[in-house]
């Protein structure tokens, strides 16, 4: 039994006031909320630093299981009720340890508020503390981990939003949330850009909500619905003792985004092309001019101010490709329950050689299939399909029919050239040939298997490494 997790965004609409916006008192008081939050953050992790001893503390309890009394480190909602009952004045004790008075400091906090900060803070001491006692036994010099900061993105518990969605007329919603506005807490309208489909993701069957984050940028604000969904999914140990199982394998390329190949029985039953539809070089275009910029102004600054539209462009196009890649990919499982879905070990294409722009391209070549791996792994996961990633040795050069070593061509103006970057492969002991791609992708259901000369290795040749 798993767990996948997804998020939904619904932007706050944060427009001029004339265009149906939120004003920009409204705005100031997201601002002024983020801020006293991350300062009653840093209140309990200094609280925590300050008594670290206690979030090692071991509690003794009853195990209904073994009929004995265990022992176990204390939990999460105990540091929460001891912080509380040190820190908050109450009639039940009404005296807080006086140098650590949460209420003095800031008066009024809603107490979903205050307990999602607690939260946060013991979180972030306990992940310092467990990476500090990680550090002190290599007992290095260097690399001595930083104090935990106390900025976050602010939890919206309930009793701090209010959210109703399918009810009003689509362009007139609205979203309550509690807010700061520098002197007191109050309740605060504040009109999103909800879409028919934020409301069919947000209320889908099957998936649980968790508290949604506000993510408060500079020009924009959006809250984040993270939801769960408890998944059954066979063990990749299991499935493969299934003589039936199919598989799907994905080879990631540059022009063809992903080349989805579907094995059962030995057979490819289905195959889609997913292509990069001119991406690859439409982004290049940008680059191109990025770079020009770089060279006439003369130094390559990162994040340079005339260019971080264009890399926001860039960034944006990437991610959009990615999830709509991974999505095709998820849908194909879909297809198929019980399927395994298989992934080469990401080779990397090398950022050398070529012009500035080109290596540049390749970079975000890069980096556009980490993410179409990253995220299908997870879209996948959701439809119950475990992935699985194999070796990559050879998948682009051997004959994914007989296992022959082949080689890649091209056709250029009818005459047959032989390259490496060939977009056709060919067998000279089968003469079979076809798209480079989708050989590669046939052949990692080879390797999954450990067909022919896919055994594992003891040392893998140098050439065959580099070539990939
Ligand atoms: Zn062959």
């Known amino acids: 039994m798993g767990q996948a997790t997804r998020t939904t965004k619904l932007p706050l609409d944060l427009s001029q006031r004339t265009q149906g916006g939120a004003n920009t008192d409204k705005r100031a008081f997201l601002d002024a909320t983020v801020q006293v939050l991350n300062a009653a953050r840093a209140f ?11 979030l090692s503390e071991r509690v003794s309890y009853y195990s209904e299981k073994h009929l004995e009394m265990r022992e176990r480190a204390i939990s999460a909602n105990e540091l ?28 009024d906090m809603p107490f979903a508020y205050r307990r999602s900060v607690i939260k946060d803070a013991i979180g972030k001491v306990r992940a310092y503390l467990s990476n500090r006692s990680t550090w002190e036994q290599t007992g290095k010099q260097k690399g001595k981990p930083g104090l935990p900061g106390a900025s976050n993105h602010p939890s919206l518990y309930q009793g701090t939003i209010e959210l109703s969605v399918g009810e009003a007329e689509q362009h007139e919603r609205f979203v309550r949330l509690k807010v700061y506005t520098g002197a007191c807490w109050t309740w605060v309208n504040y009109p999103v850009h909800s879409s028919c489909y934020f409301e069919r993701r947000h209320s889908e069957a099957g998936w649980e909500q968790q508290s949604p984050k506000l993510v408060l940028r500079n020009k924009t604000a959006e809250l984040h619905f993270a939801q769960t969904k408890a998944i059954r999914a066979n063990k990749v140990k299991e499935s493969k003792a ?25 057979k490819i039953i289905e195959t889609v092309f997913v292509t990069d539809h001119g991406l690859d070089a439409h982004r290049y275009r940008h680059l191109k001019r990025i770079a020009k910029k770089q060279w006439l102004s003369g130094k390559p600054v990162a994040g340079e101010h005339s260019n971080q539209q264009l890399w926001q462009h860039v960034r944006r196009m990437n991610e959009d490709a990615a999830h709509k890649v991974a999505r095709s990919i998820a849908n194909v499982c879909a297809k198929y329950p019980g399927s395994v879905l298989l992934f080469e070990r990401l080779r990397k294409i090398k950022a050398t050689g070529g012009s500035k ?37 050879g998948t682009s050069q051997y004959c994914s029919r007989c296992g022959a070593r082949g080689e890649r061509f ?5 005459k047959r050239i032989t390259a490496k970057w060939g977009k056709l492969f060919c067998c000279p002991v089968c003469h079979y040939e076809a798209n480079a791609d989708y050989n590669a ?15 594992p290795r003891k040392k893998a040749p140098a050439k065959a490494a580099a070539s990939g």
């Open 80 to 107: 929460l009720t001891w912080a509380e009952f040190h820190t908050v004045e109450t009639k039940e004790h009404p005296h807080p340890w006086p140098a650590w008075n949460f209420n003095e400091r800031f008066p």
């Open 441 to 455: 992708s046939a052949n990692v259901h080879h390797s999954f298997y450990h067909e022919w000369h896919w055994q």
């Open 44 to 54: 309990y992790v200094n609280f925590f630093l300050a008594h670290a001893e206690k």
């Open 242 to 266: 299934d003589p039936h199982l199919v598989t799907v394998a994905v080879d990631l390329n540059v022009k063809n985004l992903a080349v989805i190949t579907v094995r059962q029985d030995g």
């Open 410 to 414: 091209s056709n250029l103006r009818g």
């Open 357 to 393: 722009s080109r290596r540049m391209n390749r970079r975000q070549a890069n980096q556009l299939r980490g993410k179409i791996n990253r995220y299908s792994k997870d879209k996948a996961y959701a439809v119950g399909t475990v992935s699985v990633e194999v070796n990559p040795h």
